[in-house]
C-alpha cells in the first residue's frame, strides 16, 4: 500500500515559485539573472502599517485569535466592502485567513464533493485548478484569446455550465494576464449566471486597486445584486498594501458558507498571525493615498514593458489593464533555434532558453493553462525591466 495520498498523483507544484526559486539558485552562483516571476510587489510595506504591528506588539495582541478574525479586523472588512465596493456583509459574514490562497482552498474544501466542477478561465493563476482537484473537484477550463485581452465571452461561460458546476472562478484583474473585465462586460457574465441558480460564483479580487487609466473596477455581487447569496468575494492585503508576507486574506460571503469554512480553518490552522491581522486593520482603515501613487508607477513599468516587448522579434504583448502582469505570445518563435542549437518547441522551451543564454526568469504560459505564452511580472524597478527587456530582445532577434 502506498504510503502518500493518491490526492497528490492529481496535482503538480506551483511553476511560478519553481522559476523564483531557480532564480534565486543561479544568483546564488554568481550567475546574473533578473528575475521577473514573482508576483509581489517590490514597494516596503507602508510606515503606519509597520508601525500598527509594532505597537500590536508592545500591547501584547500575541495571543490566539478568533478562528475567523479579530473583531476590529472584521469589522474594517466589513466597511471596506461596503464603502469601495457596495456590499454589505456584516462581520459575521467575513473571515480572515493567511493569505487569499487559504480563503480559497477553505471555501473548496467547504464545498466540493467528488464529481462537481468548477468553471475556470484560461490562462488560470497556477493554483486554482490544483485547489480544485485536492479536495475532489473537476477543474473544467475554458480557453480565452489574445483578441479579447484573455477575458472569457459569455457565450463560452455559458456553454462551459453543466448540472455538475458548482461554482464559476472569476478573477479580475487577471493573474496572469492582467486582463480586467469592465462592469458591462461582468454584467454579461452575470446574466449567463443568473439563468443557472445551481451554480456559485467565486471571485478573487486581489488586484482591485491595481488598475490603470480611467478603468473603474467592478465586482460581480456589486454589478448583480441577485448573485448576492451565492457569491463569495475574496480579497486581501498582500497586493495594494505590500503586504505579501503578512499573509492576510479575506473573503465575505452567505453566513452559512462562512461557517463552513471557519469550520474547516478551526482544524486547520485556527486563526491567523495576531500581529499581522492588526497591520491589516490599520491598512483598510489608515491613510490610502499611497496606493494611487504606487499605481502610477506600476502603469509607468507596464507601458514601458509592453512597448519594448512589442520590439521584440516574434512577441505580440497586449496591453493589460490591471494588475503587475504581461502575458505576451511567443507563438511567432515557435520552431525556431537557438545559438546553442536548441529548438523551440514549446513556451517552456523558450523560457529556459532564454534563462539559460540571457539570465531573464519568466514563467512559461503552459503552467498557466494557455500557451504559446510567458508571463513576466513587472514589480519590479524601471531600470530592470529595461535591461531584462532589452536582454529579451537580443535573444529573440538570436533565434534562427
Not at 22 to 45: C, Q, Y
Not at 188 to 217: C, I, K, P, Q, S
Not at 340 to 356: H, P, S
Not at 377 to 397: G, M, N, V
Request: hydrophobic residues 40%; aromatic residues 8%; glycine residues 8%.
Amino acid at each position: 500500500m502506498a504510503f502518500l495520498a493518491a490526492a497528490l498523483d492529481r496535482v503538480k507544484p506551483s511553476a511560478t515559485i519553481a522559476v523564483s526559486q531557480k532564480a534565486r539558485e543561479l544568483k546564488a552562483r554568481g550567475v546574473d539573472v533578473i528575475g521577473l516571476g514573482a508576483g509581489e510587489p517590490d514597494f516596503d510595506t507602508p510606515d503606519n502599517i509597520k508601525a500598527a504591528a509594532i505597537d500590536a506588539i508592545n500591547r501584547g495582541e500575541t495571543k490566539y485569535t478568533p478562528i475567523s478574525g479579530i473583531p476590529q479586523l472584521r469589522e474594517a472588512i466589513s466597511q471596506k466592502f461596503k464603502r469601495e465596493n457596495g456590499l454589505e456583509y456584516t462581520p459575521a459574514q467575513t473571515i480572515v485567513s493567511t493569505g487569499g490562497k487559504q480563503v480559497l482552498f477553505n471555501a473548496f474544501m467547504a464545498t466540493l464533493n467528488p464529481g462537481d466542477e468548477v468553471v475556470i478561465p484560461t490562462p488560470y493563476w497556477v493554483s486554482y485548478p490544483e485547489m480544485v482537484l485536492l479536495c475532489g473537484g473537476t477543474p473544467v477550463f475554458v480557453e480565452t484569446g489574445l483578441e479579447s485581452g484573455f477575458k472569457l465571452t459569455p457565450e463560452a461561460l455559458e456553454k462551459a455550465i453543466t448540472p455538475k458546476t458548482k461554482w464559476f472562478l472569476f478573477n479580475s484583474p487577471s493573474n496572469p494576464s492582467g486582463g480586467a473585465y469592465t462592469h458591462d462586460e461582468v454584467k454579461a457574465l452575470t446574466d449567463v449566471l443568473l439563468r443557472h441558480e445551481h451554480v456559485w460564483v467565486m471571485t478573487d479580487d486581489m488586484y482591485e486597486h491595481l488598475v490603470y487609466g480611467d478603468f473603474t473596477f467592478a465586482t460581480p455581487a456589486q454589478v448583480e445584486p441577485r448573485l448576492y447569496e451565492r457569491t463569495l468575494t475574496i480579497n486581501g492585503v498582500s497586493k495594494a498594501y505590500a503586504m505579501t508576507g503578512w499573509r492576510i486574506g479575506y473573503a465575505g460571503g452567505p453566513l452559512n458558507l462562512i461557517k463552513a469554512m471557519d469550520m474547516i480553518q478551526g482544524q486547520q490552522t485556527s486563526g491567523a498571525c495576531s500581529i499581522a491581522q492588526w497591520a491589516a486593520v490599520e491598512a483598510l482603515t489608515g491613510p490610502q493615498d499611497f496606493i494611487a501613487s504606487n499605481r502610477t508607477i506600476f502603469q509607468g513599468r507596464r507601458d514601458l514593458v509592453v512597448s519594448m516587448l512589442n520590439q521584440a522579434t516574434g512577441i505580440q504583448c497586449p496591453t493589460p489593464e490591471g494588475a503587475f502582469y504581461v502575458y505576451p505570445s511567443c507563438a511567432g518563435l515557435i520552431g525556431k533555434t537557438t545559438e546553442g542549437g536548441k529548438r523551440i518547441e514549446t513556451d517552456e522551451d523558450f523560457v529556459t532558453a532564454l534563462l539559460e543564454q540571457e539570465g531573464v526568469a519568466v514563467v512559461h504560459g503552459s503552467a498557466f493553462g494557455l500557451g504559446p505564452n510567458f508571463r513576466i511580472s513587472y514589480a519590479t524597478s524601471e531600470a530592470l525591466l529595461e535591461e531584462a527587456c532589452k536582454r529579451i530582445q537580443r535573444f529573440c532577434s538570436s533565434l534562427r
